[in-house]
Nanobody, 116 residues
Framework: QVQLVESGGGLVQPGGSLRLSCAASGSIFRNAIMGWYRQAPGKQRELVARYTSGGNTNYADSVKGRFTISRDNAKDTVYLQMNSLKPEDTAVYFC??????????WGQGTQVTVSS
């Protein structure tokens, strides 16, 4: 059974930091391109950060220099470190596992709210 379980969301003041975690089923983690997406109210889901098939990373322009995606292969976990958070970063953040077959798996989402 495929499982992506996110954690780490919450309420933070502007300028603050949060770290999101996504624990994946082992078979998925080893064979998928992992990434983070987000969806704000009334907006489409958008890419935040992801690994490429070559192991490099891509970031949305809006988060470059503030967010960092990383992974711990021993724990089958991918992280999103978010620094210098802004109110416009408020969204539900989703972990994504993209398989070579084209199938995508999604976590349940974790709410991030940036507000004073």
């Amino acid at each position: 059974q495929v499982q992506l379980v996110e954690s780490g969301g919450g309420l933070v003041q502007p300028g603050g930091s949060l770290r999101l975690s996504c624990a994946a089923s082992g078979s998925i983690f080893r064979n998928a391109i992992m990434g983070w997406y987000r969806q704000a109210p009334g907006k489409q889901r958008e890419l935040v950060a992801r690994y490429t098939s070559g192991g490099n990373t891509n970031y949305a322009d809006s988060v470059k220099g503030r967010f960092t995606i990383s992974r711990d292969n021993a724990k089958d976990t991918v992280y999103l470190q978010m620094n210098s958070l802004k109110p416009e970063d408020t969204a539900v953040y989703f972990c994504n596992a993209g398989m070579r077959s084209g199938v995508h798996y999604w976590g349940q989402g974790t709410q991030v709210t940036v507000s004073s």
